[in-house]
């Protein structure tokens, strides 16, 4: 007596034979579909029998068509194996030596590629295999294609972006009202003759907010008028929103005459608010650009951040602004308790 492969149970009467072994005509099914095989074309593997559509690499979901691998129980494509078993450099596609580094976006690299050039907005290596290149610029400036082909080239999508970033400031105290703001986008030569300071080690120059101030002769300021907002072309649409909106906290400063304000106090407080907000986003690139302001040491931008964040935590954030304006620093414990 034969029994079933399938069901292991006895054949009484009408069988059939395939792959070796009998089977029951209802169990000779697609081991993957489970629909029935008789009379139709199938594939075997491992003694079970398939449509040649249903056979699979369980690493990419493809079908096996010719060459494949078996590895636990399952045929594999031999490139798919690799990948699976022994991981690839995502610089140079060769088995990853005994040392290497894995980026925030899980691309692992040999660290011998420490030397590549990052892009300047997202931090990844730029290189052919990652990010298919990317732009660089004289002054070190470089933006990776991955953030290129999502960048802000146009006036009308700055534009868009820049009245929900004024709505987003608004949203927590800072409101802009009427006051205008005007965005130029730009190129790297304008912005780095608009600047005001050379503390740009970590953070490239990527927006300024420009102003006009006249003043008679003996120094005394007669006006001052907003003229706008400068940032730099291509940045990918999460990057540039947060250069809007440090610089929009800038024109808040300046319409509401926050004057004098030492650098680290007011650059702090425009990279703080950048972090409110990217708080309120639930992304990965969101998530990229909060660990990166946490982790900055730069003297002006990342310590004046974690002095406006820990000054957060003396007082809220409507009478900080009204502390750091008639101060023109960061509160201390004992300034913000006798605050009033």
């Given at each position: 007596m034969n029994f079933c492969k399938s069901c292991r149970k006895p054949i009484h009467g009408n069988g059939l034979e395939a792959l070796g072994s009998h089977w029951h005509v209802h169990c000779f099914n697609c081991r993957t579909c489970k629909k029935p095989l008789l009379n139709k074309s199938f594939?075997?593997?491992?003694g079970r029998p398939f449509h040649s559509r249903c056979l699979k690499c369980?690493?990419?979901?493809?079908?096996?068509?010719?060459?494949?691998?078996?590895?636990?129980?399952?045929?594999?494509?031999?490139?798919?194996?690799?990948?699976?078993n022994h991981p690839l450099c995502a610089v140079c596609r060769k088995p990853l030596s005994?040392?290497?580094?894995?980026?925030?976006?899980?691309?692992a690299f040999c660290d011998t590629h420490q030397d590549y050039t990052q892009c300047s907005s997202c931090s990844r290596t730029v290189c052919k295999n990652i990010t298919d290149g990317g732009m660089s610029f004289p002054d070190g400036l470089v933006i990776c294609n991955i953030c290129n082909l999502r960048g802000v080239?146009?006036?009308?999508?700055?534009?868009?972006l820049m009245d929900q970033m004024r709505s987003a400031l608004a949203s927590v105290g800072l409101k802009?009202?009427?006051?205008?703001?005007?965005?130029?986008?730009?190129?790297?030569?304008?912005?780095?003759?608009?600047?005001?300071?050379?503390?740009?080690?970590e953070r490239p120059i990527l927006g300024l907010a420009r102003w006009s101030t006249t003043t008679a002769g003996n120094g005394q300021v007669i006006s001052r008028e907003f003229n706008d907002i400068l940032i730099q072309k291509h940045l990918p649409e999460e990057h540039f929103r947060t250069v809007a909106i440090h610089e929009l906290t800038h024109a808040w400063f300046f319409y509401n005459n926050y004057r004098d304000l030492?650098?680290?106090?007011?650059?702090?407080?425009?990279?703080?608010?950048?972090?409110?907000?990217?708080?309120?986003?639930?992304?990965?690139?969101?998530?990229?650009?909060?660990?990166?302001?946490?982790?900055?040491?730069?003297?002006?931008?990342?310590?004046?951040?974690?002095?406006?964040?820990?000054?957060l935590k003396l007082m809220p954030l409507k009478t900080l602004l009204l502390f750091?304006?008639?101060?023109?620093?960061?509160?201390t414990r004992w300034s913000a308790f006798f605050f009033q």
């Amino acid at each position: 007596m034969n029994f079933c492969k399938s069901c292991r149970k006895p054949i009484h009467g009408n069988g059939l034979e395939a792959l070796g072994s009998h089977w029951h005509v209802h169990c000779f099914n697609c081991r993957t579909c489970k629909k029935p095989l008789l009379n139709k074309s199938f594939v075997g593997f491992n003694g079970r029998p398939f449509h040649s559509r249903c056979l699979k690499c369980p690493g990419c979901r493809k079908t096996i068509k010719n060459k494949y691998i078996e590895n636990d129980g399952m045929p594999w494509h031999p490139d798919c194996y690799q990948k699976q078993n022994h991981p690839l450099c995502a610089v140079c596609r060769k088995p990853l030596s005994e040392h290497y580094l894995v980026d925030f976006w899980g691309n692992a690299f040999c660290d011998t590629h420490q030397d590549y050039t990052q892009c300047s907005s997202c931090s990844r290596t730029v290189c052919k295999n990652i990010t298919d290149g990317g732009m660089s610029f004289p002054d070190g400036l470089v933006i990776c294609n991955i953030c290129n082909l999502r960048g802000v080239i146009t006036q009308e999508q700055g534009d868009r972006l820049m009245d929900q970033m004024r709505s987003a400031l608004a949203s927590v105290g800072l409101k802009l009202h009427k006051s205008s703001t005007p965005l130029t986008l730009c190129d790297r030569d304008e912005l780095r003759e608009a600047s005001r300071h050379n503390f740009h080690n970590e953070r490239p120059i990527l927006g300024l907010a420009r102003w006009s101030t006249t003043t008679a002769g003996n120094g005394q300021v007669i006006s001052r008028e907003f003229n706008d907002i400068l940032i730099q072309k291509h940045l990918p649409e999460e990057h540039f929103r947060t250069v809007a909106i440090h610089e929009l906290t800038h024109a808040w400063f300046f319409y509401n005459n926050y004057r004098d304000l030492p650098l680290e106090l007011e650059e702090g407080m425009c990279v703080m608010m950048e972090y409110i907000w990217l708080k309120s986003q639930d992304t990965q690139d969101a998530e990229f650009r909060r660990m990166a302001i946490e982790s900055s040491d730069d003297p002006v931008y990342g310590l004046g951040f974690q002095k406006a964040k820990a000054s957060l935590k003396l007082m809220p954030l409507k009478t900080l602004l009204l502390f750091i304006k008639e101060r023109k620093t960061f509160p201390t414990r004992w300034s913000a308790f006798f605050f009033q």
